[in-house]
């Protein structure tokens, strides 16, 4: 059973470009949480959805970020118009059910220059 | 509001030696507090954990207790190996299973 899979593992982007990071869950898992860590920090939340739906996205920026978990396919975190601030790593993780323990993907080093 | 602080990295140690990576917290009340570590190319992982004061959580040789007259939650272990190589992050329970207070990681190279 492949853990959580996170890609790119590195991603390096232009200010003004866009970013797609993604995440494929566990096999049966139908949540997923993204978590973003910024230079000498801890991992902040941003998001979580389940399949087709946002839960909880108090910890999203208001603007420019964007996520989604269609019933197909991995989890998408989408960054706008990236600017130098947006360098971090972004963590993804899923859980079978809320409350139940999560599993961390490797996540993705976003690099804007 | 609540937060978590971890001793900088990177630590470097021998093989063999002790190890302490320091946490404390800032939290209303006592939180479950939780270890994890990232080895290198690996996602995060749950290393340990304690629910309430004084519990002391254990796991692969490394343990820590949950003391809430100093707010701290030390990771330690007695004879590190160069596989402990990995970052360690603390962490504590915040509104949500998913919404943890985390620390920012510290690096442990643990050399031969």
């Known amino acids: 059973n492949a853990g959580v899979m996170q890609n790119p593992r590195h991603l390096v982007r232009r200010r003004g470009q866009e970013a797609r990071l993604r995440c494929s869950p566990m096999k049966g898992h139908s949540h997923v949480y993204w978590y973003r860590q910024l230079p000498e920090e801890g991992l902040k939340f941003m998001v979580y959805?389940?399949?087709?739906?946002?839960?909880?996205e108090s910890g999203m920026p208001k603007e420019r970020f964007s996520a989604e978990f269609p019933k197909e396919g991995p989890s998408i975190l989408r960054i706008q118009q990236v600017v130098r601030g947006d360098s971090a790593a972004y963590f993804c993780a899923s859980s079978p059910l809320v409350g139940e323990k999560l599993f961390f993907g490797s996540g993705t080093q976003l690099s804007v220059l | 509001g609540n937060s978590v602080t971890q001793m900088e990295g990177p630590v470097t140690l021998s093989e063999e030696a002790f190890l302490t990576i320091n946490c404390t917290y800032t939290a209303t009340g006592y939180p479950s507090l939780f270890w994890y570590v990232q080895y290198p190319g690996e996602g995060l992982q749950l290393l340990l954990k304690a629910t309430k004061a004084d519990d002391k959580g254990s796991n692969k040789g490394f343990e820590a207790t949950y003391r809430k007259e100093t707010t701290s939650f030390h990771l330690e272990k007695g004879s590190v190996q160069v596989s402990d190589s990995a970052v360690y992050f603390c962490?504590?329970?915040?509104?949500?299973?998913?919404?943890?207070?985390w620390g920012a990681g510290t690096k442990l190279i643990i050399k031969p």
């Open positions: 962490a504590a329970a915040g509104d949500s299973n998913y919404q943890l207070i």
């Open positions: 959805l389940q399949k087709e739906n946002i839960i909880d």
